[in-house]
């Protein structure tokens, strides 16, 4: 690992002002005027607060995680990933740096909603909440790699309406903004889709076994994979001239 | 870098060829170039200068032909670190300053340069602090310069490194890359300025429609392309007698006419008085300057197929003489 490199890619990332509040701002903002008068009521077998919390936590952190595309984009737009390949610069270790940047925003986000959770009731115990967090970084390893793989399969321009489109498309499937499919079919395939268990993870927590089912494990870990190796032949090919 | 150390082989580019669609870009081109030789690739745009040097550095790959950085693959020389490259496209990345920028770059090289030196030398100091989106453009290219040098590499590839600065900043420029580079590094830049190539480079090798349409030393390209035709009817003197007038850099004899080349108009005024003298008989003169284009269309023309193939695209992106715009 190059801490050197790593740094400053950390460093800019802090420096980057506008995608601290779509992934901060926004999230609270609409947890505290939706979860706010809505204490009382029960979702899923959960207090509404709860719930909603683990929502926005999942919501602000797909937005953080997937938004390094959007740096990665502008990055190769003005041509600077390319210099870096000029550079003996591993993949391993540009992906790394990103991977960490985008975890970085993500882990703001889920402490920030886990605060404003505090102020409005949440209860959880200490090892809940740690379990909790844990969880939502676990979920959030595929969209890491789906921002990378976006950030390198679009240009700039279309790449806000992508970002914005895959967001709220898997936060709406996910359950972000309340639970869309109760039982049937459509819960089957929602069931398929990582967000789904970000969204899950404080029921996962408050069940009675403590932990997640089999299922999320999987699904997490397959689009993973899936996603890596994507992500892995679009960076290598990456080469060309961009504009 | 000291002689001991220094890489051996150099560069060797062979049969290259790259096409987008049916866009021939690069079209079989071989060069060997030494450790420490300076070398302009000159030619106007959509020349393939840029395509070939994407080929150089490892950034996109030949549809034919290999290229050998000191012995190895291109992406083995950078992953060593020997290659430091301006590309043509490209600006720093957002939210650095000057400094932290190279100093980034720098941990990614396994010998790196020290910093402050770097930015000493490329006249980026006194702009350390300031944020890489603030910079002028002869600022921004001096930057860019000291992101290519803090590796300390064997070999400089600078694509169109003074595109965007204005003639001061150019010399400014160029003044810097050559204190900076005399200590024996191979520098290979692309260029459409004739006087660019001229001023800082050991060797031109001048492109033409994804072509190498001539190679040499500067004098003997600029007298292809920077200086005056003599055009005349004379008979009966070979063209070896007509290289003893002084000044002449190319006699050639198309049946009862003869074309002289001259490196410039001073020469070829020269030329023409001792040709009146020498040779009463001689008549239907005619001097004119050769542009680049001019050149490349005589160039090109010496190269059967391409000739053939120069005629589709009878109207190439040229600029006039130079290519100044
Ligand atoms: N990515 C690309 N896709 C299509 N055509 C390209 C691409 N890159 C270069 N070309 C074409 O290849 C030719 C050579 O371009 P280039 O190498 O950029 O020339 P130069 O650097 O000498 O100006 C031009 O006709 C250009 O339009
Ligand atoms: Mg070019």
Redesign the pocket.
Known sequence: MNFTYLKFEILRTLRNRRFLVFSLIFPLVLFFAIAGPNKMVIVEGIHFPLYYMTAMASWGSMTATLSSGARIAAERQIGWTRQLKITPLSTRNYFAAKIVCGYMMALFTVLALGVAGTILGVHLSGPEWLKLVALLLVGLIPFVVIGILLGHLMKVDSLGPALGGVTSLFALLGGSFGPIFQSGFMLKVVKDIPSYWLVQASQSVLSPSGWPPAQSWIVIGVWTVVMSRLAVIVYRRDS??VS | MNETTRRPHGIVVDHLSKS??S?A??RDVSLTIETGEIVALL??????????IDMILGLSRPDKGTVTLFGTTPANAVLAGHVGGML?TGSPPQYLNVRELITMVASLYPHPLDVDHVLEMTGTAEIATRSTTKLSGGQTQRVRFAVALVADPDLLVL?EPTAAIDVEGRRDFWNIMRSVVAGGKTVIF?THYLEEADAYADRIVL?AR?RVVADGPPTEIKAKVGGRVIRATLSEVSAEELMTIEGVAKAERQGEGITLSCSDSATSDRVLRELLTRYPAARDFEVHGVGLEEAFLVLTADNEDSAVSGTDDANPELDGPGFER
């Open positions: 060309n001239r | 987008f669609g866009v870009a690069v030619g106007p745009n959509g020349a393939g200068k840029t395509t070939t043509q694509d692309a492109m994804g």
